[in-house]
Structure formats: C-alpha cells, structure tokens
C-alpha cells in the first residue's frame, strides 16, 4: 500500500473521509503535503509529513503553548505520529498574500497590518521554557553560510575566494553576527510573514510556527515588514514599526527604548535573514527541484542591498554584492 492509500485509509479511520476525497492545496518549502477535506463537521486540512523528513512534534507542542498565549493557530484534532498523517482545523485558503494583492483600501491593509503585530506581541509575551532551543552564533552562522555555498557557489557557479572569504569574515560573522546575538532574546516565529498569516476571525490564523525558538527581537518584524513576497515602500514600513515599537514597549517586550537603536537593530537583523533567505531560495531550485522560488530573490536581495549601503560597517558586503551582481548581468545570467 503507497503512502497516499494509507492517508485516505488512516483518514476514513477517523470517520471523516466525505465524498469529495482529498483535495490538495498548495504546500511550503518542505516536505509536507497538505489537503483540504470537506467533512459533516466542516471543513479540515491533513497534513503529509513523511516522519523520515518532517518531525511533527514540535509543531504539537509549539501548537500548544501558543493557543495557551491566545495565538490563533490551528487545532490538532487528530494525530498518526508513526506515520505523520495528522488532521487540523482549516484557516481557509485567504492568506495575506492574497489579500494585500486584492485590497485597495489603505485602511483595510493597516487594519490587517494592526491584527498580525497584535497577534505577533502575544507570541513575543510567551514566557521561555528550559528547554526551548535558541538562536545562538552557531544557528545563525549555519544559516547566513547557506548564501555562499548554495547562491553565490551553486546558483551563480562564482568562485568564492580566498579575497572573498576574508570580506565575509570582517563583515558578517566578525560584525553582523555578533550584533545580531546581542540582541535582546523572545519566542520568534521565523517565517511571521504573508503567506503565513491567514485572514481569519479572530485575525491572523498563524501558521508554519514548528520552528520557533528564541531569538532576536526584531526577527519576526523583520519577516513580516520586508516580506520576501511582497513589498511596501520604506515609508509605510517605517509608520508600522514605530506603531509596533511603541506597544512592544508598553507590553514590556524588551526593545531598545531609544527607537533609533531598535531601528538599527531591525535593519542588521534583516541583513542575515536575507542572506538566508537568497541561499534557502537557491537550495530549493538547485537541490530540490522547486525553481518558482528564484523569482522572489531580487526582491530580498534589494532590501540587502538597501541595508547594506547605508552602514558603513556593512559596505564591504555591498560592494561585493554589487560587483557580483554587475558581473552576472554582464554575461547575461539571471536570478
């Protein structure tokens, strides 16, 4: 019996398979598969997480301690753990994405905007567990190593010299990363941005939360205001991180009370996200096959370059990038 036979066997088990079956709805950037199935009781999503891929217990868990600190996210409703079939309450098939594309009304973006930091204060409240895992120097050295190895070297096939190595020595694990980990410490999300983020009532329904740790303050703003699917201009962003600054303090999340030191913490946070972000994107088209990624890299990668020219300190990262990138354009290749 294949694996799909035995989710439809595991799913009639659970007396909920209706005569519609399953029907798939779009996946992520792992190995889970997800399917919508219309039942008596409602409508529900089955999850596919091959358990010698997708480890499903730290989704039940965070799962729990976020519906504990009124995070909407979706409830376990049943669970084959040796298998990875597992069954969930449905958010719908409206993302933020998909909203932000459609609205023409400013207030009604805001409005959304306003939900998802509200929302996203309540994950940052969390008290820490002992045992929660934490973004310490070797995660976020592990992460930001993705860009060179599988964008710049895999992607772009550029040699990564000895000139090269020593540039990204000085400038981000010698500057970046130190800055970044001293950082004041929360729950972060990781991926807190439009694709994960449904509209719901109440609104957002966060999903994609099975990674979240503790981390950097700013990171999941980061995720959610230079958005690597969609962009505001500099402006808009700025009205909102103020909006959200000023209630993270009165919450007592612990931000830097000058906002200028919180801002520039922001700015240095998402340089390594967008490191990350540009070698996840090029891993996923050269290992595993899923190239639609590759379009959204000159997004992030302009908000990299937007960091990185204005601080001096990160200049010799730009330089770089720019050089690379003109290089590329020169020989006619393309993200």
Same mark, same amino acid.
């Given at each position: 019996?294949?694996?799909?036979?035995?989710?439809?066997?595991?799913?009639?088990?659970?007396?909920?398979?209706?005569?519609?079956?399953?029907?798939?709805?779009?996946?992520?950037?792992?190995?889970?598969?997800?399917?919508?199935?219309?039942?008596?009781?409602?409508?529900?999503?089955?999850?596919?997480?091959?358990?010698?891929?997708?480890?499903?217990?730290?989704?039940?868990?965070?799962?729990?301690?976020?519906?504990?600190?009124?995070?909407?996210?979706?409830?376990?409703?049943?669970?084959?753990?040796?298998?990875?079939?597992?069954?969930?309450?449905?958010?719908?098939?409206?993302?933020?994405?998909?909203?932000?594309?459609?609205?023409?009304?400013?207030?009604?973006?805001? %409005?959304?905007? #306003? *939900?998802?930091? @509200? $929302?996203?204060? &309540?994950?940052?409240?969390?008290?820490?567990? !002992?045992?929660?895992? /934490?973004?310490?120097?070797?995660?976020?050295?592990?992460?930001?190593?993705?860009?060179?190895?599988?964008?710049?070297?895999?992607?772009?096939?550029? %040699?990564?010299? #000895? *000139?090269?190595? @020593? $540039?990204?020595? &000085?400038?981000?694990?010698?500057?970046?990363? !130190?800055?970044?980990? /001293?950082?004041?410490?929360?729950?972060?999300?990781?991926?807190?941005?439009?694709?994960?983020?449904?509209?719901?009532?109440?609104?957002?329904?966060?999903?994609?939360?099975? *990674?979240?740790?503790?981390?950097?303050?700013?990171?999941?703003?980061?995720?959610?205001?230079?958005?690597?699917?969609?962009?505001?201009?500099?402006?808009?962003?700025?009205?909102?991180?103020?909006?959200?600054?000023?209630?993270?303090?009165?919450?007592?999340?612990?931000?830097?009370?000058?906002?200028?030191?919180?801002?520039?913490?922001?700015?240095?946070?998402?340089?390594?996200?967008?490191?990350?972000?540009?070698?996840?994107?090029?891993?996923?088209?050269?290992?595993?096959?899923?190239?639609?990624?590759?379009?959204?890299?000159?997004?992030?990668?302009?908000?990299?370059?937007?960091?990185?020219?204005?601080?001096?300190?990160?200049?010799?990262?730009?330089?770089?990038?720019?050089?690379?990138?003109?290089?590329?354009?020169?020989?006619?290749?393309?993200?």
């Amino acid at each position: 019996m294949d694996r799909e036979q035995r989710l439809i066997q595991w799913v009639g088990k659970q007396g909920a398979l209706g005569d519609g079956g399953l029907v798939p709805v779009s996946g992520d950037a792992s190995f889970r598969r997800y399917f919508r199935l219309l039942t008596q009781q409602g409508s529900r999503i089955v999850m596919d997480a091959p358990p010698e891929h997708e480890d499903c217990r730290p989704f039940v868990q965070m799962a729990q301690r976020l519906q504990q600190a009124g995070v909407n996210v979706p409830e376990v409703l049943a669970w084959d753990q040796a298998n990875g079939f597992m069954m969930l309450t449905d958010f719908g098939d409206r993302s933020y994405l998909e909203a932000f594309k459609e609205a023409q009304d400013s207030q009604r973006i805001s %409005a959304l905007m #306003a *939900d998802a930091f @509200a $929302m996203l204060l &309540r994950v940052q409240c969390m008290a820490p567990v !002992p045992d929660a895992p /934490r973004y310490d120097r070797t995660l976020l050295q592990r992460e930001v190593d993705l860009f060179p190895v599988w964008y710049v070297q895999g992607h772009l096939e550029y %040699a990564w010299s #000895a *000139d090269d190595q @020593a $540039m990204w020595q &000085r400038t981000v694990l010698d500057t970046l990363l !130190p800055a970044v980990e /001293r950082q004041p410490v929360v729950w972060v999300h990781r991926d807190y941005h439009s694709r994960n983020l449904m509209v719901t009532d109440p609104n957002p329904g966060v999903l994609d939360f099975q *990674d979240a740790l503790m981390g950097p303050v700013t990171y999941d703003a980061v995720s959610l205001l230079k958005d690597a699917y969609f962009v505001w201009e500099e402006e808009q962003r700025l009205d909102w991180l103020v909006r959200y600054w000023e209630k993270a303090r009165h919450a007592r999340i612990p931000v830097a009370s000058d906002f200028g030191v919180f801002y520039r913490d922001f700015e240095w946070m998402g340089v390594q996200r967008h490191l990350k972000v540009i070698g996840i994107f090029a891993r996923l088209a050269r290992r595993d096959g899923k190239p639609g990624y590759l379009q959204d890299i000159p997004r992030v990668a302009d908000y990299l370059l937007e960091t990185c020219r204005r601080y001096r300190e990160l200049q010799p990262l730009a330089l770089w990038l720019e050089q690379c990138w003109a290089r590329e354009q020169q020989i006619g290749y393309t993200f």
